[in-house]
Nanobody
Framework: QVQLVESGGGSVQAGGSHRLSCAASGDAYESSCVGWFRQAPGSEREGVATIYRGAGNTHYADSDSGKGRFIISRDNAGNTVYLQMNSLKPEDTAMYYC??????????????????WGQGTQVTVSS
């Protein structure tokens, strides 16, 4: 079993920065890969970025879901994964979820490949 707890959601002005945190615990292999996903009202859940908790290698979505503006990272122990969001836009408004899976899921950024999910944290960007 894997437990994921997100924190750091809130409201921010467009152009500002914000950081989300995800505390991961439980089965190390089942949570080798941790990713951030987001879902806006009326839209499908989409991948933003993933990271291998051990090596720290990262993958980012090719779509405009924060690429070039968002940075995923982890602490030295790999127990907390962060999403640093910069130059925020109103269209970044969404529920942000942390998710975990085995290593093969990392490069896919496909929500269907992730088995464990946090409760989500809301980020609202106002213009």
């Amino acid at each position: 079993q894997v437990q994921l707890v997100e924190s750091g959601g809130g409201s921010v002005q467009a152009g500002g920065s914000h950081r989300l945190s995800c505390a991961a615990s439980g089965d190390a292999y089942e949570s080798s890969c941790v990713g951030w996903f987001r879902q806006a009202p009326g839209s499908e859940r989409e991948g933003v970025a993933t990271i291998y908790r051990g090596a720290g290698n990262t993958h980012y979505a090719d779509s405009d879901s924060g690429k070039g503006r968002f940075i995923i990272s982890r602490d030295n122990a790999g127990n907390t994964v962060y999403l640093q969001m910069n130059s925020l836009k109103p269209e970044d408004t969404a529920m942000y979820y942390c998710a975990a899976s085995t290593p093969g899921a990392c490069y896919t950024l496909d929500p269907r490949k992730f088995n464990y999910w946090g409760q989500g944290t809301q980020v609202t960007v106002s213009s």
